[in-house]
């Protein structure tokens, strides 16, 4: 992230001074030290985003809730975050970067805290909206106090620490979070945070506050934030709930439909006319970004949902603990890192179209691949897709990032840059809520047409009883049979779902126009 950003992206645009008069730069050692602590804060915001992944069905069940009602500790989160990027600028401009990055970290480490405590699941969804709240400036706001504090011959090694965080903490997640759950409790998935963010905070304010930035009162636009939290707001409750309640059956999500649509109308209309608007609307007007956009929400949207039902579903039907779960959900992420430095060098010669393009058509080919699966397989067979997945991550991700910021004018890259992480979590947590309803209304569907089709003679019935149970044996049996099937066609439909849309990601991209520029993505988080 640059260290000059607009007040409506994800970073400051106030003047960034050297250290002060009396205050000396950071030595070599010290340099280290806070690339490292940066680096950690980085790792710790991006860790909670899938660190709850493997332990949706532990969480709710010690809550008393429903495993699709445990999924709202994913979207909370997500929601919450993708609320605070565009506030991050103005934040940092008003209160100073260092002091907002510093508070940010105490407040995530605090409000960790407090979700291990929550003793219901409407306690927890408030306290993880409260986190992700804190949690949404500490990704971009990390990368702008390494490019700050490190030289520019330095700058990067730096970013590559803080992108390789970035990378490695969503692999992290689902195989920490698995461990803790199992081991442990669900709550250590949450109390792991406190100490880091704890040290963070202290160490981060005694090496970093040297080169907090000039306090700027700018003007933020109240109204478009409003506007934003409500639609934002009312869309996920809609999401969420809709299934619990018949969906449009229900007058209150009918409401919250009415709500969603009113104030998102609203809330384009305030923003394409506002002088200093929150979100920035007016950077779609270029079509290589618009492209850009439609490519990340579909693709992203897609990889996110996939990866939200795995361990729902080999936790749920095949038998998996939270930690075998997190491991094989892992797998993904193994390449993804040892292609990710090979990517991003080809990116400056080759046309990123092309690069994201062949990434995002792999990664429907294996998701396209895992559409197939059955109840009897091996975790080689459920993991090797996974494995081979992980090439079509950083292909996607790292050209399509460039491609979008260079299809905006230069003074636009950092509000394009805070808008496209907003689309990307949002599209990720919308993609939640969907994939979750999706697969109980397709395993209800599936187990309704299997069991019109199962054993119309009794056949079945019969030999079960035959090997000595009981006639309610052999039934309860037969009935749990047909269930893992239906539960095994609706993952199947899933992903054949999501390797449809990887595969208009992949026709949008070329939507863009050839970039005539190359853009510097340090703005992008």
Known sequence: MSSTVSADAGAPSAPQPAPGLFEAPLTGGQLVGAGILLAAANFIAVLDTTIANVSVSTIAGSLGASTSQGTYVITSYAVAEAITVPLTGWLANRFGTVRVFILSMIMFGLFSALCGFANSLGM??????????????????????????????????????????????????PILGGVLCDQYSWPYIFWINVPVALVCGYLGWRMLKRYESTMVKLPIDRIGLILMVIWVAALQLMLDEGKEKDWFESTEIVLLAIVAVVFFVAFLIWELTEKNPIVDLRVFRHRGFTASVTTICLAFGAFFGSVVLTPLWLQGYMGYTATWSGCVSALTGILAVMTAPVVAKMSTTIDARKLVCIGVVWLGLMTFIR?????????????????????????????????????????????????????????????????????????????????????????????????????????????????????????NHIFMMAAISFSLAAMAVWLAPKPTRVADTSAAH
């Open 124 to 173: 927890l969804i408030a306290f993880r909206v409260l986190q992700g709240l804190a949690g949404g400036p500490l990704m971009p706001l990390s990368q702008t106090l390494l490019l700050r504090i490190f030289p520019k011959e330095k700058a990067p090694a730096a970013v590559g620490l803080w992108a390789m965080t970035t990378l490695v903490a969503p692999i992290a997640g």
């Open 371 to 491: 559409a197939f699966n059955t109840t009897d397989m091996s975790m080689f067979q459920i993991g090797w897709p996974l494995f081979l997945q992980g090439v079509g991550l950083p292909l996607f991700f790292v050209p399509l990032t460039g491609l979008a910021l260079a299809s905006v004018n230069e003074e636009e890259t950092a509000s394009a840059a805070g808008l496209m992480s907003f689309c990307r979590t949002m599209a990720g947590a919308i993609a939640t809520s969907i994939v979750n309803t999706s697969w109980e209304n397709d395993t209800t569907y599936f187990r309704a047409e299997l069991s019109g089709l199962v054993d119309k003679m009794g056949d079945a019935v019969n030999t079960i009883t035959a090997s000595g149970l009981s006639a309610d044996q052999a039934t309860a049996s037969l009935s749990q049979t047909v269930q893992n099937q239906a539960v095994m066609l609706a993952t």
